[in-house]
C-alpha cells in the first residue's frame, strides 16, 4: 500500500504552496501549520512532509519552533526538509522530533558532510531530496538549476547507502496537471530497491492508484488537498 504523505510548506510561519517552485506564486492556505497538521491526523494520516521554504532560501533552519510544535502535539511521524546545512541543522530538527530529514541542496553542495550524516544518522533517518526540472537538479530552493542529471546523482547516492529518496519535478509542482509517471517509472525499472516519494502534480485518486501500481513507497500530496481535488475523506482506502 502506498503510503499517503500530506505536505506543508511554511512561509513566515503559514501554510502555503508555490506553483513550480516560483516564491512570487505564492497562495497561503492556513495561519496555523498545527492545524492543518491537526486535520491530518484526524483524518488517519500518519505521517507528514514538512518543508521550511524561508530555510530552504536563507540556507538554515528559520521555522524549526513551528516544527517543535507539531511534533509535539500530534503523533504524525515527520520527514523535514527545507534550509538543512549544518550538523547543527541536522541536530535541531532531530532534537525538534522529526522522524527523518530530507537533504536536497546539500547533498549537491557539501556531499562529503551529507554522506556522513547517512553513516552517522543511518538510511532509515536520511531522505534524499531530488528536485529537478527537465532530468537535471535544481537546488537552494529550486531557485539555482544544475547540470547535474538526476538519475546519475540517484545512483551516486543509493551507492552511498542511500534507501528513500523524493522526486520533485519541479515542472509539475503546485500545477495540478499530473505527476511525473515516466520519470518514476525509469526510476523504478533502474533502481528497485528504492523507496522512492513521488513529489508534484498529485491531483487526483487515480494519480495515487497509478503510482501505487508502479510501485512507488509514497505519494506527497499538497495543493489538490488544499484545493479540495482529493477530499481527506477520499483517502481512506488508502489508509488502511
Known amino acids: ?19 513550480h517552485g516560483d516564491f512570487s506564486r505564492k497562495k497561503m492556505y492556513n495561519e496555523d501549520p ?9 483524518a488517519g494520516i500518519q505521517k507528514l512532509h514538512l518543508v521550511d521554504l524561508d530555510g530552504a532560501r536563507t540556507g538554515r533552519i528559520v521555522n524549526h519552533r513551528i516544527l517543535e510544535k507539531i511534533a509535539g502535539q500530534t503523533a504524525l511521524e515527520i520527514d523535514f526538509g527545507g534550509g538543512i546545512q549544518s550538523d547543527e541543522d ?23 558532510l551529507f ?21 537535471k537538479i535544481a537546488i537552494d530552493g529550486w531557485q539555482t538549476r544544475t547540470e547535474i542529471s538526476l538519475l546519475d546523482f540517484l545512483e551516486e547516492n543509493i551507492e552511498k547507502g542511500i534507501a528513500y529518496a523524493i522526486c520533485t519535478d519541479i515542472a509539475k509542482d503546485g500545477a495540478l496537471e499530473g505527476p511525473s509517471f515516466e520519470l518514476y517509472a525509469d526510476i523504478r525499472d533502474q533502481f528497485p530497491e528504492l523507496k522512492l516519494i513521488a513529489s508534484g502534480g ?3 485518486i487515480e494519480d495515487l492508484e497509478k503510482l501505487e501500481e508502479g510501485g512507488l513507497y509514497g505519494a506527497i500530496i499538497g495543493k489538490a488537498l488544499y484545493e479540495g481535488t482529493i477530499k481527506l475523506n477520499d483517502l481512506k482506502p488508502f489508509l488502511c
Open 115 to 135: 554522506e556522513r550524516w547517512l553513516q552517522h544518522y543511518g538510511p532509515e533517518k536520511i531522505i534524499l531530496g531530488l528536485d529537478g526540472k527537465d532530468r
Open 202 to 204: 498529485v491531483t487526483s
Open 34 to 42: 498545527l492545524e492543518a497538521a491537526r486535520q491530518f491526523e484526524d
Open 90 to 112: 541536522v541536530r535541531i530538527a532531530f532534537e525538534s522530533g522529526v522522524s527523518q530529514v530530507t537533504g536536497g541542496s546539500v547533498a549537491v553542495k557539501n556531499r562529503p
Open 1 to 19: 500500500m502506498i503510503k499517503i504523505i500530506p505536505a506543508i510548506d511554511i512561509i513566515e510561519g503559514k501554510c502555503v504552496r508555490l506553483v
